[in-house]
């Protein structure tokens, strides 16, 4: 046993050393190096400007608390909610007594802000996502704060609502995944909406 | 459950069959040393490969010679990632200057991504420098996919050989593995991850101007920015799934949007972590000279997968009832995904992340698009047991199959049994040792599993990690050592459990869960090897019948569910009725 040992011991060392320099250092850098130059924007972040100022990224979601914004999932990540430099969710069980408060105290919040609304609350504005970073809400849950949003903003609340149900991103190839609204994306149309005061909507 | 969401399940299985036989047959060309096509672009590379190690590098090997080498190339593996860890602070690539990581965590994450087991009790965007990334855990993608690869094939040698000692060379099969199978696949699979959102940078993370400033509600701080986590992560997502390591490049693991950002990536994703283990069982019909043995393991695997899937499909499709009464909306329709979605991606929804987290767990992948902890009780209870299976539904790259092949030589026993002859397979009469060393892999790891969980609720250093209360807290625990012990990866994982009681433990149940299985596997390799292969006769069972795929599930499930029926009993069963109950 020794003897074999003795003589697979240089060979593993110098195969460890000689795969990490393929694998760790040749194989990232060459994707990195096509990434950059085929994929510039995705492989940076996918990062959105308004004014020459980068606001947030396509892909990660943001914490939006006003009522004259759409408002997008709950969020676990710590220590405030939609942080980017820690993803995470709540790891809470449907048996734990906390996740039904904590989901009763974001129906609560929701109905505050639009006490009239007598809709049942889409279960994605009440849960949180997985990475806490989501960028994205159901077509439902838009739908559900149209009318919230349309006072805010002194909008037509039918037209809001068409005006919402056009940036819905299908099913991808017709299949994959859930309808989804990019909520930043979403906000930031809706702020460009209101500051050219747009005819179609007032 | 919609039609929609069936359909996305359909459409992944009929892409993975469609690709069994291809890849399947490739691997097989580049084990059996044939021309694969690649190797006019990566022959010199290989050439000079076994060059730099040194004459005796490309020498057929014995089974104790190939298991002397994999476990020194894995134990200095260990070394080498637990040391980078610890200096990673004073070396470069690191713009957010994170220090060493503390030993014990250090220790874990080292032999849990030697093991292919990829379990995390770090962070990666707030523990890990890109060059430890990089350099480690990528490194280590690579090279636990392909030790688990090679012990298969040497296995495979083994039971193809006809008195034979020799099982191959280990430092070739790496090699090839690497080389042929997985860095070509990796970086295809990596530039379309890019091309829809992974990101792929050395820059340090970006910061963005929020355009409406919100109020932490825990410290009533206002904040005006927010920071965008960066690095390479396509390099190493692409091998994540490929080698079915699992092991996130952020926190968030795969439901992280920059690792992850839409349901085609979602697709390809599942897809790449099952596709390898499920090529596999054609290379070994290939090898063994009759491709029917092949169809036949997988076969059992897909019936047993896909009874997962819907059973999970269907369990996180119901969710949570209580929420109706509150004034929730959970039914899905075109308009909302509905269901349970605490835990859940929006774009994603249920049939993605019920299909995520059973493919996930029935291999050895481990990486997660949705979390598990906020399953449904019994929803829970399907990756639970799937990892308890010895992840042999699909399993690991390589280890799935290898370990697969001791319960076809148990199925093969256990009817041999019943007739009253000596059971044999393709040609090799299975005798006493095999037998024992057959024993010892199916009955180590519920042994290191149920240990493990007995000792952690027995004494509050296993207790005070728990964060949910009741039956799930005991889930919780069971989860962590299911997965661990079967080097899954995936966590019930509000579980805190980078304490240093659950960080050696866990290294310990890891690096046993690993290498206590493939040792006797080589042995079985080895005993097989010397055999005569005797031509089948009238009382050979055959092993590619329907009635075989039976044999095989049954003793699957016998062994497996059987084992960790009382466990489950007190965790997720026992919640299941709490919640039904109303309490």
């Known amino acids: 046993m020794t003897n074999r040992l003795r003589e697979q011991l240089r060979p593993a060392a110098l195969a460890l050393l000689a795969l990490t320099l393929v694998a760790g250092v040749l194989y990232p850098a060459i994707v990195t190096a096509l990434a950059q130059k085929l994929f510039p924007w995705q492989a940076g972040g996918s990062l959105l400007e308004r004014d020459g100022t980068t606001v947030g990224s396509a892909l990660i979601g943001q914490s939006f608390g006003d009522p004259g914004y759409f408002w997008g999932r709950p969020s676990a990540t710590a220590p405030f909610p939609y942080n980017g430099g820690a993803s995470g969710g709540s790891n809470q069980a449907l048996s734990n007594p906390a996740w039904l408060n904590a989901v009763k105290a974001r129906i609560a919040a929701l109905k505050r802000a639009d006490p009239e609304n007598p809709a049942p609350i889409p279960i994605d504005l009440v849960t949180a996502s997985a990475s806490g970073l989501d960028p994205h809400i159901s077509p439902a849950a838009a739908f559900y704060q149209v009318g919230r949003v349309a006072r805010r903003r002194g909008l037509d609340a039918e037209r809001l609502r068409d005006w919402v149900a056009e940036r819905i991103e299908p099913r991808q190839w017709g299949v994959l995944g859930e309808p989804r609204i990019n909520v930043l994306r979403l906000n930031l149309a809706l702020d460009a909406l209101t500051q050219d005061r747009s005819p179609r909507i007032r | ?583």
């Open chain 2, 1 to 583: 459950m919609t039609q929609n969401g069936v359909l996305q399940i359909v459409l992944y299985g009929v892409a993975l069959l469609a690709l069994v036989k291809p890849l399947g047959a490739y691997m097989a060309r580049v084990y059996l040393g044939q021309a694969c096509g690649l190797d006019r672009v990566f022959g010199p590379l290989e050439r000079q490969f076994y060059r730099l190690l040194g004459a005796q590098s490309q020498r057929e090997m014995d089974w104790k010679t190939y298991a002397v080498a994999v476990m020194a190339f894995n134990i200095l593996g260990i070394v080498a990632l637990f040391l980078l860890q610890c200096a990673q602070g004073h070396l470069p690539f690191n713009p957010q200057q994170v220090g060493a990581v503390r030993a014990d965590s250090a220790l874990n994450t080292a032999i849990s991504f030697v093991t292919n087991t990829n379990w995390q009790n770090y962070s990666g965007e707030t523990t890990m420098s890109y060059l430890t990334q990089m350099l480690g855990m990528t490194v280590q993608n690579f090279l636990s996919a392909a030790t688990g690869m090679a012990v298969l094939v040497a296995l495979i040698r083994g039971i193809a050989g006809n008195r034979v000692t020799d099982l191959g060379n280990f430092w070739v099969d790496l090699t090839r593995t690497t080389l042929y199978i997985l860095l070509p696949l990796s970086l295809i699979l990596a530039l379309v991850l890019v091309s829809q959102g992974v990101v792929q940078t050395f820059s340090p993370y970006a910061d963005a101007h929020l355009i409406s400033p919100v109020t932490d509600p825990s410290t009533g701080r206002v904040l005006h920015d927010q920071t965008l986590a960066l690095g390479p992560a396509a390099s190493q997502v692409a091998i994540k799934h490929l080698g079915a390591n699992g092991g996130g490049f952020f926190n968030a693991n795969a439901s992280h949007p920059f690792e992850n950002p839409n349901p085609i990536t979602d697709f390809l994703l599942v897809l790449a972590q099952t596709v390898i283990a499920a090529a596999l069982t054609y290379t070994f019909g290939r090898m063994v000279g009759d491709t029917r043995q092949g169809w036949t393991i997988l076969a059992a695997m897909l019936i047993v997968l896909s009874t997962a899937i819907f059973a999970s499909y269907a369990f996180e499709s119901a969710g949570n009832s209580s929420l109706q009464a509150a004034g929730v909306d959970i039914a899905a329709s075109n308009q909302q995904a509905g269901g349970n979605l605490e835990g859940k991606e929006q774009r994603f929804g249920i049939a993605r992340s019920a299909l995520f987290a059973t493919t996930t767990t029935a291999t050895s992948c481990g990486a997660v698009d949705s979390l598990h902890d906020s399953f449904t009780p019994l929803g829970g209870l399907i990756p639970t047991l799937l990892m308890q299976l010895s992840e042999t539904i699909l399993g690991g790259v390589g280890s799935g199959l290898y370990g697969m092949l001791a319960f076809v030589l148990l199925a093969v026993f256990i009817a041999g049994l019943m007739v009253g002859r000596t059971p044999e397979y393709l040609g090799k009469k299975i005798e006493s040792f095999e037998m024992k060393m057959v024993a010892l892999i199916v009955l180590l790891m519920p042994f290191i599993v149920l240990g493990a969980t007995a000792l952690a609720l027995a004494i509050p250093a296993g207790t005070d990690s728990i964060s949910n209360p009741g039956p799930h807290g005991l889930s919780q625990v069971l989860y962590a050592f299911s997965s661990m012990g079967n080097n899954n990866g995936s966590a019930f994982a509000g579980l805190n459990a980078n304490t240093p009681f659950y960080n050696l433990l866990g290294a310990a149940t890891m690096f046993v869960g690993r290498f206590g299985v493939i040792l006797p596997v080589l042995a079985i390799a080895g005993s097989l090897a010397g055999k005569h292969r005797v031509p089948p006769g009238p009382g050979t069972l055959p092993t590619h019948t329907p009635l075989f795929v039976g044999l095989l599930i049954g003793t699957l499930l016998g062994i497996g569910a059987l084992t960790f029926f009382p466990a489950l009993a007190l965790g997720p069963i026992a919640e299941f009725l709490q919640v039904s109950a109303g309490g």
